[in-house]
T-cell receptor, first 113, second 115 residues
């Protein structure tokens, strides 16, 4: 079975631009979470979606937004990019929002110049 | 609020030696605890997790961790290091009894294995 997939794998943008990152969860999983991992740090929680509804949001500005589609895939959008948004963006999927394990994708590495 | 502290950003051991990676957590409610491993340019892979029940948890690749409530610790161990264990290790906590299962991660420990 395919694991969590993310696209693109790498992305270079300039300050002020907008970016959309995509995630497809493991088949049967209904929950998707997004994390930001800045170089040298642990991942930080951005959003969690379950059944197309936002179930949690981390301490990130409103420039960050996300949505989940009927097929449970998800997009993370970041507007007005800053240099500090350069990071590895990780998507994780789980069956629900309970005790299930979150399975991570390989990430999208974003570089903002 | 929950938090995780990983003591030692870098740990170096010899091949065949004991691996001990330290993790302490803070949580106002009973925690769920996780160890993930990250190889270069890859995502995170679950090593093991503690939810309830037995406090000694066995994971993949010979790793295990013990939940000690009195010490608020969840240290990761492996009796004999292998070269392939070289990677970054992250301890994480999520809170029971909340509708959100967001993981709070520590800052990570990079494990080097010397031949």
């Amino acid at each position: 079975d395919a694991g969590v997939t993310q696209s693109p794998t790498h992305l270079i943008k300039t300050r002020g631009q907008h970016v959309t990152l995509r995630c497809s969860p493991i088949s049967g999983h209904k929950s998707v979470s997004w994390y930001q991992q800045v170089l040298g740090q642990g991942p930080q929680f951005i959003f969690q979606y379950y059944e197309k509804e936002e179930r949690g949001r981390g301490n990130f500005p409103d420039r960050f937004s996300a949505r989940q589609f009927p097929n449970y895939s998800s997009e993370l959008n970041v507007n007005a990019l800053l240099l500090g948004d350069s990071a590895l963006y990780l998507c994780a999927s789980s069956f629900g929002t309970g005790t299930e394990t979150q399975y991570f994708g390989p990430g999208t590495r974003l570089l903002v110049l | 609020a929950q938090s995780v502290t990983q003591l030692g950003s870098h740990v170096s051991v010899s091949e065949g030696a004991l691996v001990l990676l330290r993790c302490n957590y803070s949580s106002s409610v009973p925690p769920y605890l996780f160890w993930y491993v990250q190889y270069p340019n890859q995502g995170l892979q679950l090593l093991l997790k503690y939810t309830t029940g037995a406090t000694l948890v066995k994971g993949i690749n010979g790793f295990e961790a013990e939940f000690k409530k009195s010490e608020t610790s969840f240290h990761l161990t492996k009796p004999s290091a292998h070269m392939s264990d070289a990677a970054e290790y992250f301890c994480a906590v999520s809170e029971v009894n909340t509708g959100r299962r967001a993981l709070t991660f520590g800052s990570g420990t990079r494990l080097q294995v010397q031949p």
